[in-house]
């Protein structure tokens, strides 16, 4: 019976000798982030500009030990600019890879492709683009710009300061027709008439009879959401000479669409949680770091703070709750403040995020900040059940 229980204890022993170099690999294993981003189809470019946001927070996060002393890893899926290949690919990041969160896309419609599947998961989403609300979910965090910060600080600055006749111009798709479904209730509120709305197909490439049709229309203000394959318009409008009659109010303009324009499209006004060219010391600073990390010629627009600030809101609220479980780190999220190049950025109790925005035009090839307008909070359009 002694012999039996020594060896019995010995071959225990050797278990846990064996079992020891696992977890010992386990604790030091990189923390997986999955990000399902477009790196084709159209909007490619916006997709670049979060991989750089990302991959700079990665940088200072794993600089300065990691979250809860481990490294974060990031991996990349094409979603192709097509909600089919999102799901397709957030499916795999999840069951595949077994990564803690998932930061994407971009396009409202593969959002509306993602946020089903981040419920299904039980996934964190964490959402760096400006849209058009209405998307309330414990697994969905939005860290961009909802209309009430875009087009409630947009309007009433173009009605006053350009005039109070719209003319809406936007690509078929979700985003377009939902925001303006939005703007025209603001700008009957403003005093303002909307002359003619108008979508495009996608399959134009001569814009001079819709310049024709603009400029018959006399109104003074054209609100733009025409982003990916109409932003040709914007150099072609110019060269008609019809933007010296009208001014652009461009929803969801950055420094990464200047490029496209070829200096054409001066003073287009926009609202963003972020000017790149600000002379704050802190954004300046921020704006130096990403152009040191990007590729020579690539700028640097708001998408990648704000995809930069996600991760480290991931961070945050995983130290804050102390542990790699998803249901604790959302938990942690909601409500959690944490510091950005731009200043304080808040997640409320429904996911959205309150920060500071500002009014910036095009200028030369750069966007300049007009007039600062503080923290704004989100109304999302939606609320959480029981918050």
């Not at 397709?88 to 419609?109: F, N, Q, Y």
């Not at 324009?261 to 802190?282: C, I, L």
């Not at 900040?369 to 704004?376: D, E, K, S």
Request: glycine letters at 10%.
């Amino acid at each position: 019976m002694a012999s039996r229980s020594i060896t019995c204890i010995t071959l225990a022993l050797l278990c846990c000798a064996a079992l020891q170099p696992s977890r010992a690999a386990e604790t030091n294993a990189p923390i997986r982030i999955g990000a399902v981003l477009p790196f084709s189809g159209g909007v490619e470019l916006y997709g670049q500009q979060a991989k750089l946001g990302l991959d700079l927070a990665a940088g200072d996060i794993n600089a300065a030990g990691g979250i809860l002393g481990r490294p974060v890893e990031i991996i990349y899926a094409d979603d192709k600019t097509r909600p089919e290949s999102a799901a397709e690919a957030m499916r795999s990041l999840v069951e595949k890879d077994g990564v803690l969160a998932v930061v994407g896309p971009i396009t409202s419609r593969n959002l509306n492709a993602l946020v089903p599947l981040a419920e299904s998961t039980k996934t964190p989403l964490l959402y760096a683009t400006n849209y058009e609300g209405g998307k309330c979910s414990r697994y969905l965090f939005s860290f961009g710009a909802v209309p009430n910060q875009e087009l409630g600080q947009l309007l009433p600055y173009m009605t006053q300061t350009f005039g109070n006749t719209y003319f809406l111009l936007g690509a078929d798709r979700v985003w377009p027709h939902q925001m303006f479904g939005i703007a025209q209730p603001l700008i009957a509120k403003l005093g303002g008439t909307v002359v003619r709305t108008k979508y495009t197909l996608g399959t134009e490439s001569d814009f001079s009879p819709l310049i024709k049709e603009i400029a018959a229309s006399k109104a003074k203000v054209l609100l733009f959401a025409l982003k990916g394959d109409g932003m040709d318009f914007i150099r072609q409008a110019d060269e008609a000479g019809l933007l010296k009659d009208i001014t652009v109010a461009f929803l969801g303009l950055s420094e990464v669409d200047l490029g496209i324009f070829r200096g054409k499209g001066q003073n287009m006004v926009t609202v963003v949680p972020a000017v790149a060219a600000s002379e704050d010391p802190t954004v300046k600073a921020f704006v130096a770091k990403a152009r040191g990390a990007a590729n020579p010629g690539v700028a640097v627009s708001n998408y990648v703070m704000t995809h930069y600030n996600s991760l480290i809101a991931l961070k945050v609220a995983a130290e804050k709750a102390g542990k790699l479980d998803k249901e604790a780190i959302i938990d942690a999220m909601a409500g959690l403040t944490i510091a950005t190049p731009t200043g304080p950025v808040t997640l409320g109790q429904d996911h959205h995020a309150a920060m500071n925005m500002f009014i910036a035009k095009t200028q030369g090839t750069e966007l300049v900040q007009v007039r600062a307008l503080g923290a704004i909070a989100p109304q999302p359009g939606c609320s959480l059940a029981g918050r």
